[in-house]
């Protein structure tokens, strides 16, 4: 949770730093060389903060590591508190001579005879030294530069459907969808499958896109994993690969969907555009404008965490994708864990399969990765009950537990994760009252709120 912290305060710091009225103050006061050292070594601090948010659940040294981080991103942020008094100062200088003679009433006399730069230029050597000390120390930490977004696995439209357990019921509602002849005021429309993180909308997608009756029903068909940034151009590529085979070179994204509108012009298609991050309404203008001449009735799959887009397309039931039944959730676990479907030759075992899928809250990806976990024990009921009591639960250490626990945390903005951090204040096993959790949380919000406001007009009213 310390990163969350370290990440909220570097935010703030960079857009101080790159405030005109602080590079302003900087070169008046020939301090611009230790503020731009400075934001070089704060740019490789940050970097290395995706890895530290990963491995300061299990090690100590990089929760002090952060910590310090920590200690360091407050200093920083009062010494550029004092030049944004000093510029505040000279601002109310110019524009009236009366306030300066009261304001210098108001302060030391040594104070004032000491320069700014002689205040700060020590003061920001000294913190960059402990920044640079700190980023020297990633190689004893194992530190590394990790970009979450590559760590996305992609995912096509192969599909074992003799391994699939469960939505029987919401693939036959999206059938419908997908094979019926809706009202639509153009010639396709959007499918769309809504849910968080673990929940199996790829999975859903591909027992759709392999459906006969879904191939008998479309000319053409393409899967394209999306995922993040939303590449127009590489989008359209696929989908033109896809519906005639061949891989063309286009110099720009025109050419490309002048071509991929050729090929879609009066057919009936169905696209699957998996894992859509993007909210972005004009983007999605530019990538749909080569399908507008297809067929009727033709259908795009989109499977996305994200409602903003779809919303603002007007795609009408939006429901969540549900968690599994307890009875699908426990011959998927028991699949995973024990090879066959259900409990009925591990009968000993069954109470703690339960426990797990309660645990799980039934979540189809949990349940797969600790459905492998456990197929590396024996079915011995005493290793079982140690395994489910351990502290796996909150350790990285046993395997892909936390990544799978974790993708809708990652997936959080800032302010939520802070959410997250304020919740894990309270003990274990902890019994929350929904509405004395909101008046607590807002009673924090409003106090952080107050302290910003008497520290801002500390600022405005304190001048140097």
Same mark, same amino acid.
């Given at each position: ?26 070169? *008046?006061? /020939? =301090?611009? #060389?230790?503020? !731009?050292? +400075?934001?070089? $070594?704060?740019?490789?601090?940050? @970097? &290395? ?46 524009? *009236?001579? /009366? =306030?300066? #003679?009261?304001? !210098?009433? +108001?302060?030391? $006399?040594?104070?004032?005879?000491? @320069? &700014? ?48 357990? /469960?939505?029987?019921?919401?693939? !036959?509602? +999206? ?290």
């Amino acid at each position: 949770m310390a990163e969350i912290i370290a990440s909220e305060l570097l935010k703030a710091v960079f857009e101080k730093l790159s405030s005109e009225a602080l590079k302003k103050i900087g070169r *008046s006061q /020939g =301090i611009q #060389s230790e503020l !731009k050292k +400075l934001e070089r $070594t704060l740019t490789q601090i940050q @970097s &290395l903060l995706n890895d530290a948010s990963q491995k300061e659940i299990t090690d100590e040294a990089v929760q002090n590591w952060l910590s310090g981080l920590q200690h360091l991103a407050y200093d920083i942020d009062d010494v550029l508190d004092d030049l944004a008094t000093e510029a505040m100062h000279r601002e109310l200088t110019q524009q *009236s001579g /009366g =306030i300066t #003679s009261k304001v !210098k009433r +108001l302060v030391p $006399t040594w104070y004032t005879n000491l @320069s &700014l730069s002689q205040r700060v230029h020590h003061k920001l050597d000294d913190i960059t030294t402990k920044l640079q000390d700190l980023e020297k120390e990633k190689v004893s930490l194992g530190l590394i530069v990790k970009d979450e977004k590559s760590k996305r696995i992609y995912q096509t439209s192969l599909v074992d459907t003799s391994s699939i357990v /469960g939505r029987e019921k919401e693939k !036959k509602e +999206l059938l419908v969808k997908l094979l019926g002849d809706e009202p639509c005021d153009k010639n396709f429309s959007i499918v769309p499958i809504v849910g968080m993180g673990g929940l199996g909308k790829t999975t859903l997608a591909k027992l759709l896109y392999d459906d006969e009756k879904v191939k008998k029903h479309f000319e053409l068909m393409a899967w394209v994993c999306v995922s993040d940034p939303f590449d127009i151009f590489s989008i359209s590529k696929v989908i033109l690969q896809s519906v005639n085979g061949e891989n063309e070179e286009f110099a720009d994204l025109n050419l490309l969907q002048v071509a991929l509108r050729n090929q879609l012009k009066e057919k009936r298609f169905l696209i699957v555009l998996d894992d859509v991050w993007s909210e972005s309404y004009e983007e999605w203008e530019s990538l749909v404008s080569p399908f507008h001449d297809c067929a009727p009735r033709s259908k795009i799959i989109m499977t996305t965490r994200k409602r903003k887009l779809l919303e603002d397309l007007r795609c009408g039931d939006l429901s969540s994708l549900q968690t599994f039944s307890d009875d699908d959730a426990m011959s998927l676990f028991a699949q995973h864990a024990l090879g066959v479907n259900n409990f009925d030759s591990h009968p000993i075992l069954r109470p703690y399969g339960e426990d797990i899928v309660k645990k799980c809250d039934n979540l189809p990806l949990a349940l797969r990765v600790l459905g492998r976990l456990f197929s590396t024990k024996t079915k011995e009921e005493d290793e079982w009950k140690e395994l489910l009591n351990s502290n796996i639960w909150e350790s990285r250490k046993e395997g892909e537990i936390i990544p799978a626990l974790r993708l809708s945390y990652h997936d959080l903005k800032a302010c939520w994760k802070q959410v997250f951090a304020y919740c894990s204040l309270f003990p274990k096993d902890y019994v929350f009252d929904k509405d004395d959790l909101i008046k607590l949380w807002m009673a924090e919000v409003s106090e952080r709120r107050k302290n910003r406001l008497y520290r801002g007009l500390c600022v405005k009213w304190c001048p140097i």
